[in-house]
């Protein structure tokens, strides 16, 4: 046992209001194939808002849990193979699914999922940077095999995950257009790399969409929503397309019709960055750190909260007050 650490926790099953508690509790004991770290800052997700509502499929099952999948920090201590060595900065994944996530001051990161920092890269720029842009270049590249010069749409564009997709479809020569909600997310998704956008809430966005492609289609999409919006991409394809399923932001899976995917001739893919190996992981981080080097793409990261202000930030991020990416930042407390 290590001594004792601030630290967030899930109790029982609701809104992040009423089941998130911050209390003092043990750093958490390393365990072969982790690492402990000082937090310097954490990414705040839709998915750590679904695990306090108990519908996320990778949270801990039973008893409380602290949260908190992506940080940026400084190793303390390193289990055996890991690789590194206390004092080192790097970007992580959490041990999140046993219960030891980010949403504290120390947490366990896991061994198979660290990454380098960029030196320009702040703590709070490189706890929004690996699950968005990793997840983006998995889906548009690996899964999606998008060219230059194919068009692009990205639906959610003005959320994180969104604009990281907007941003490396951008640098990778693709013309894209961003699904958003409202003039101020569809100018957020510009700013993000979008070349055209589509307020969703101005109307059906497969007509919009066709009508800026000039009847054509879109040969990519990029789902992290589901739902009502990943029906209306599937009206606004061009033959061969590929839809990328990411997530499901809107509360809702996509529902996939077989028989349309038949019809339209295009093809349905998931993309996870769970999946891959070690050695491909670490080959795309160094593909995107050659980019934010080059300033191609840019950071997602619009709001910055301190530790204790984590359920506000879960509030405004399900309530999309915010833009982009959230993270909590330690590195100034």
Known sequence: ???????????GTGAPGEVLRLIDKPVPDLREGTFLMEVGAVGVGLPDVFMCKGTYPLAPKEGSFTSGQEVCGTVVQASDGVGLE????????????????????????????????????????AAGFLIPYHTAWIGLVRRGGLKAAETLLVLGAAGGTGAAACSLGAALGARVIGVAGGPERCATAASFGAHQTVDHREGD???????????????????????????AATRCVARDARIVLIGFASGEW???????????????????????SREERLADHHELSALWDAGSISSVVSAAYPLEELPEAMSALESRQVIGRVVLDLSSG
């Open 1 to 11: 046992m290590l001594g004792a650490m601030r630290a967030w926790v899930v109790e």
């Open 86 to 125: 206390p004092g080192q900065r790097v970007m992580t994944v959490t041990s999140f699914q046993t219960g030891d996530g980010g949403f504290a001051e120390q947490c366990l990161g896991l061994g198979h999922s660290w990454f380098t920092v960029p030196d320009s890269m702040d703590d709070a720029t």
């Open 205 to 231: 966005i497969a007509s919009a969409v066709m009508e800026l492609t000039d009847g054509r289609g879109v040969d990519v999409v990029y789902d992290p929503v589901g739902g009502d919006a990943y029906t």
């Open 254 to 276: 996509a529902p996939v019709n077989v028989r349309h995917v038949v019809q339209r001739n295009y093809s349905v893919v998931g993309a996870i960055p769970a999946r891959y």
